[in-house]
């Protein structure tokens, strides 16, 4: 059996709770393809696949672009997806949606994408400076107040900060920015951003992730909040 | 008790995975007695509606479609391969 099989099989189990749906939708990971849950039972069949390109061509690009950030390389997913799903149309068992199903081989591919990509570039997490070392001492407490913010809603409303938010990011070591922009910028979830950059368990991608905002906050404290300095609003 | 470090990643983390009830009840018992941690988490969830609005911004996405070249390049290829 193929792995863009077993990932399809993978993808129809059942959906998530409501609430987590409700927060996928507020938090924009979920798009056109997704499917409300309680269509279950009953098998389906494939349309022809003549139709799958007009059907789904978009959600699939979408869904490529919104994880690779590559226009072409997302083209090229779109067409190894529906060639392949060509190839393994027999064994659909009807159990998904079947732009559900093909979602599920098009996030195989992916991942398969971004794992070539980042051996390429291939660094030790272990390089990264700890941040926490700097800013907690052996008790875990702070060494230093945190600076306050000074309006951050204001901030949100300005193109210059996206600017620096954008600068801050790319200072980031490179596989830490990389899980961050794979989590908060392509909305991954974490199970696809560890098997996408080879982290082992869930628990270490945690830690990378909280080390990148703890990093995040202080480059944002530096160049663009200045704490205080008369300013009403600050949290 | 958790220390200001341990709350510093369950900041982070809650916008990762979902806590469990052990771990919100001590997280929020912390941020009531702990300005600094407070003001931590406070800043950790602006930078998640940063990024949330970041990737609209870019907006390289919501409304992308499949170019006419690359459509008609991919319906060759699948017919190609179905006959």
Same mark, same amino acid.
Not at chain 1, 221 to 227: L, P, S, Y
Not at chain 2, 13 to 30: C, G, I, N, P, Q
């Given at each position: 059996m193929s792995s863009a099989m077993s990932i399809a099989l993978k993808t129809a189990t059942p959906w998530r709770s409501g609430l987590a749906l409700r927060s996928a939708y507020r938090r924009g990971r979920i798009g056109a393809w997704s499917t409300p849950p &309680?269509?279950?039972?009953?098998?389906?069949?494939?349309?022809?696949? +003549?139709?799958?390109?007009? +059907?789904h061509g978009?959600?699939?690009?979408?869904?490529?672009?919104?994880?690779? &950030?590559?226009?072409?390389?997302?083209?090229?997913l779109v067409q190894d997806t529906l060639i392949a799903a060509l190839q393994s149309r027999d064994r659909y068992s009807g159990n998904a949606q079947e732009r559900t199903w093909l979602i599920g081989i098009l996030k195989h591919k992916v991942i398969d994408h971004l794992r070539i990509r980042d051996r390429e570039v291939a660094t030790d997490f272990a390089t990264d400076p700890d941040v926490e070392s700097e800013h907690f001492n052996s008790r875990g407490r702070w060494q230093e107040a945190v600076p306050a913010w000074s309006n951050p809603d204001g901030a949100l409303q300005q193109d210059a900060f996206f600017a620096t938010l954008e600068r801050c990011i790319d200072a980031l070591p490179q596989r830490s920015g990389e899980a961050f922009r794979l989590r908060e910028l392509h909305g991954l979830e974490t199970d696809e951003i560890c098997a996408a950059l080879a982290i082992g368990t869930a628990n270490n991608l945690f830690v990378i992730l909280s080390r990148a905002r703890m990093s995040l906050r202080d480059c944002l404290? +530096?160049?663009?909040?200045?704490?205080g300095a008369g300013e009403t609003e600050s949290c | 008790m958790l220390s200001c470090k341990e709350v510093s990643r369950l900041?982070?983390?809650?916008?990762?995975?979902?806590?469990?009830?052990?771990?919100?009840?001590?997280?929020?018992?912390?941020?009531?007695?702990?300005?600094?941690?407070?003001?931590?988490?406070?800043?950790v969830a602006v930078l998640r509606r940063a990024?949330?609005?970041?990737?609209?911004?870019?907006?390289?996405?919501?409304?992308?479609?499949?170019?006419?070249?690359?459509?008609?390049?991919?319906?060759?290829?699948l017919r190609e391969d179905l006959s």
């Open positions: &309680g269509h279950a039972a009953m098998k389906r069949v494939l349309s022809d696949p +003549e139709t799958w390109l007009d +059907e978009d959600s699939l690009y979408r869904f490529a672009l919104l994880r690779t &950030g590559d226009p072409s390389k997302a083209e090229d404290t +530096e160049h663009w909040f200045q704490a | 900041a982070s983390e809650r916008l990762d995975r979902d806590l469990t009830l052990r771990e919100k009840v001590a997280f929020y018992m912390h941020l009531m007695m702990c300005r600094l941690c407070l003001r931590y988490a406070r800043h990024t949330d609005q970041l990737r609209l911004r870019r907006g390289f996405v919501a409304d992308a479609t499949l170019s006419k070249q690359a459509r008609e390049r991919i319906a060759r290829k």
